[in-house]
Structure formats: C-alpha cells, structure tokens
C-alpha cells in the first residue's frame, strides 16, 4: 500500500445561486477590484493508503459522491498526489 493525499473540490453548479459569492463580490468590487465573476468551493484533503493512485482516486470519488457533494447541485474534482 502507498500513502496518497486526494484533494476533493466540490463547488456549485453553474446556474445555481451562490449567495455567499455575490456578497464577496459586491464588497471586492467596493474595495476597487475588477472582476468578471466569483465563485466559491470547498476543498477536502484527505489522507489514505491504497493500492495505486487509480484506487485512491476511485475512493475519493465515492467519498464526494456519498457525502462531500450534492450532485444535483454540485460539481467537484479530484486530484491524487502520492504522500
């Protein structure tokens, strides 16, 4: 077995309201910044031994699609990197 660290990145669909982003926007905008859009996301860093990188990335999957995100409203991604 291999220590792998998978980075989960779950964030809101497109098309789904993001409260918390538009105020964060709003207010950097106040303060002078240009931007086009924001977005806000979640990361998870989890810590797991496995046999390869494939089955660390295929647990990590089923992790974000059991519990880390809601597929209805949810995108997220997952990056494997060895420990």
């Known amino acids: 077995m291999t220590a792998y660290t ?3 990145t ?4 497109s098309g789904v309201l993001d409260p918390e ?4 926007q709003r207010a950097l905008e106040r303060l002078g910044f240009e931007l086009e859009s924001l977005r806000r996301a979640d990361e998870f860093e989890i810590d797991l031994d496995a ?3 494939e089955a660390a990335g295929e647990r990590a999957e089923e992790m974000a699609e059991r519990l880390l995100a809601n597929p209805t409203i949810h995108d997220y991604a997952v990056d494997v990197r060895e420990r």
Do not use: S
Not at 10 to 13: E, P, S, T, Y
């Open 6 to 8: 998978a980075t989960v």
């Open 10 to 13: 779950v964030r809101l669909k």
């Open 51 to 53: 046999a390869d990188a």
């Open 21 to 24: 982003a538009e105020t964060t």
